[in-house]
């Protein structure tokens, strides 16, 4: 790498009016989240996921890993909602559209969320000395170098998570066998 | 302007998870329950790359792709059994699919 980028990265070069990036994506994401839980019709549902997907890569960015970003935009907002996107076309969705929306348990749903989120406030507040505040600056132009030296190994050793990634591979495999068997007409 | 700490994007990250969590346990249709649970695994990865950078290790965002790999065999089967089970009941609502209650 050029030492002179090297230099300006480490020396914690501070990005032009962070803060306001960060709270307009946050705000996107959590704003798009509540939209996927609340809209009557799942194709609306599923453009609000896509939108919360994109602003959680764009958090991604902002927290200096660019292979992340590009995988959460290539195989999420590119793949899986695909995937969701037909198989709302392929289930009938005009009659559940018109029906009731929440369970009849909503209350007792809604209460153990609630629960959920007390407990995360008081764990967030409690434990604020447990997050430093320094961020380290991980070199940003070579991470996707790192991360594929530990996926698949350097110098024709292994790398630490060789053996994990073939056994997603392997997770991959069957999880395509499960879809195209449960979908085939005679089970 | 103070500046963007872990602590902020721990809470964008609880604030998507307990999001998910109120649409698992309250909707009633099935595709939007599944997106929940997309939802829930994106709070936990945005969690792993912040704890990566805090840390200055990679480890976190290895984590966080093999998550995107788990969310991608998870929604393709998910959605199978969704099909198979829609062609031979005529619903996706989660209360209505109940052959295994009692």
């Given at each position: 790498?050029?030492?002179?980028?090297?230099?300006?990265l480490?020396?914690?070069?501070?990005?032009?009016?962070?803060?306001?990036?960060?709270?307009?994506?946050?705000?996107?994401?959590?704003?798009?989240?509540?939209?996927?839980?609340?809209?009557?019709?799942?194709?609306?549902?599923?453009?609000?996921?896509?939108?919360?997907?994109?602003?959680?890569?764009?958090?991604?960015?902002?927290?200096?890993?660019?292979?992340?970003?590009?995988?959460?935009?290539?195989?999420?907002?590119?793949?899986?909602?695909?995937?969701?996107?037909?198989?709302?076309?392929?289930?009938?969705?005009?009659?559940?559209?018109?029906?009731?929306?929440?369970?009849?348990?909503?209350?007792?749903?809604?209460?153990?969320?609630?629960?959920?989120?007390?407990?995360?406030?008081?764990?967030?507040?409690?434990?604020?000395?447990?997050?430093?505040?320094?961020?380290?600056?991980?070199?940003?132009?070579?991470?996707?170098?790192?991360?594929?030296?530990?996926?698949?190994?350097?110098?024709?050793?292994?790398g630490?998570?060789?053996?994990?990634?073939?056994?997603?591979?392997?997770?991959?495999?069957?999880?395509?066998?499960?879809?195209?068997?449960?979908?085939?007409?005679?089970? | 302007?103070?500046?963007?700490t872990?602590?902020?994007?721990?809470?964008?990250?609880?604030?998507?998870?307990?999001?998910?969590?109120?649409?698992?346990?309250?909707?009633?249709?099935?595709?939007?329950?599944?997106?929940?649970?997309?939802?829930?695994?994106?709070?936990?990865?945005?969690?792993?790359?912040?704890?990566?950078?805090?840390?200055?290790?990679?480890?976190?965002?290895?984590?966080?792709?093999?998550?995107?790999?788990?969310?991608?065999?998870?929604?393709?089967?998910?959605?199978g059994?969704?099909?198979?089970?829609f062609?031979?009941?005529?619903?996706?609502?989660?209360?209505?699919?109940?052959?295994?209650?009692?």
């Open positions: 790498m050029n030492p002179a980028i090297n230099s300006a480490n020396s914690g070069m501070a990005p032009v009016a962070t803060p306001w990036f960060f709270y307009a994506l946050a705000g996107l994401a959590v704003a798009s989240g509540m939209a996927v839980i609340t809209r009557r019709n799942a194709v609306h549902s599923a453009l609000a996921l896509i939108v919360t997907l994109l602003s959680v890569a764009g958090l991604y960015l902002m927290l200096y890993a660019p292979f992340v970003a590009g995988v959460q935009i290539i195989v999420y907002a590119g793949g899986i909602m695909v995937l969701f996107l037909f198989v709302i076309m392929l289930v009938n969705l005009d009659r559940s559209s018109k029906e009731r929306q929440f369970n009849r348990m909503w209350p007792v749903g809604l209460a153990a969320a609630c629960a959920l989120l007390a407990l995360f406030v008081s764990v967030i507040v409690k434990g604020k000395a447990l997050f430093p505040d320094r961020g380290m600056t991980l070199p940003e132009s070579s991470n996707t170098q790192q991360v594929a030296a530990m996926l698949y190994g350097e110098a024709g050793r292994m630490q998570y060789t053996f994990a990634f073939e056994i997603a591979s392997l997770l991959l495999l069957v999880a395509i066998l499960g879809a195209v068997i449960m979908t085939k007409k005679k089970i | 302007m103070v500046p963007i872990t602590l902020h994007y721990l809470v964008v990250a609880a604030a998507l998870f307990v999001l998910g969590v109120i649409g698992v346990l309250t909707r009633r249709n099935v595709v939007i329950v599944l997106m929940s649970i997309e939802l829930i695994l994106n709070a936990v990865n945005l969690n792993l790359v912040a704890f990566s950078r805090m840390w200055g290790y990679l480890h976190g965002q290895l984590f966080a792709i093999f998550i995107v790999v788990d969310a991608a065999a998870e929604a393709a089967v998910g959605l059994i969704l099909i198979a089970f062609r031979n009941k005529e619903t996706i609502n989660v209360d209505e699919i109940d052959l295994l209650k009692w």
